[in-house]
């Protein structure tokens, strides 16, 4: 079956530690997306990417890096610079274009202990 | 720059009665729009979505959403809910311009509790 894999489901993190969560697609989609959810806020948009090794950063990229070294993979890693990690991280990914949606992954939730 | 609004964080309702949860946007662009649902502690599952065409849109499990132009809103509506349809309901826009990504503008979320 085609769909997202995010990996972790559960994760828990040191404060000061940096973190990668895993997000794999086997959609052949070209653009993937990560957005963080926090309670009563709804889904921001962390970082997209549209082609391998090009991403661009979305409304709040600070604290987070990305990489895009291959297309099916979209890594995010949490750095010791964001202030409140603690969050449910989502992945998403789409074609370019087109008359179509975003499909998601499970997600993968973050702890700060 | 895009926004949505759900005017409702939460819409307790009885089993078998219709529901309907509320959605704006504001947008410089013409936009996709789209509902999506949430159980807890997983994903967003696609209901529906409003690309051109007919303004009345069918999705999955009963649900439809009405796309209205002039209000720019778009309500999720079902005639007769379930206690299965307990969850949070997003409203999403997306830029429609040709060759960009499907980067999603999300509303705060409903969350929809049916009682029995």
């Known amino acids: 079956d085609g769909g997202i894999t995010q990996s972790p489901k559960y994760l828990f993190r040191k404060e000061g530690q940096n973190v990668t969560l895993s997000c794999e697609q086997n959609?052949?989609?070209?653009?993937m997306y990560w957005y963080r959810q926090d309670p009563g806020q709804g889904l921001r948009l962390i970082y997209y990417?549209?082609?391998?090794?090009?991403?661009q950063k979305g409304d709040i990229a600070e604290g987070y890096s990305v990489s895009r070294e291959k297309k099916e993979s979209f890594p995010l890693t949490v750095t010791s610079a964001q202030k409140n990690p603690t969050a449910f991280y989502l992945c998403?990914?789409?074609?370019?274009?087109?008359?179509?949606?975003?499909?998601f992954g499970q997600g993968t939730r973050l702890t700060v202990v | 720059a895009q926004s949505v609004t759900q005017l409702d964080s939460q819409v307790p309702v009885f089993e078998e009665a219709p529901v309907e949860l509320r959605c704006n946007y504001s947008?410089?662009?013409?936009?996709?729009l789209f509902w999506y649902v949430q159980y807890p502690n997983q994903g967003l599952q696609l209901l529906l979505k409003?690309?051109?065409?007919?303004?009345l849109v069918k999705g999955i499990n009963g649900f439809e959403a009405e796309f209205n132009k002039s209000q720019t809103s778009f309500h999720l509506r079902k005639p007769s809910v379930h206690i299965s349809d307990t969850a949070e309901y997003f409203c999403?826009?997306?830029?429609?311009?040709?060759?960009?990504?499907?980067?999603?503008?999300f509303g705060s979320g409903t969350q929809l509790t049916v009682l029995p």
């Open positions: 999403a826009v997306s830029d429609l311009r040709r060759g960009s990504a499907r980067q999603l503008t």
């Open positions: 990417s549209q082609i391998v090794n090009d991403f």
């Open positions: 959609l052949n989609h070209d653009a």
């Open positions: 998403a990914s789409s074609i370019v274009g087109g008359n179509t949606e975003a499909f």
């Open positions: 947008s410089s662009v013409s936009v996709y």
């Open positions: 409003y690309l051109s065409g007919s303004t």
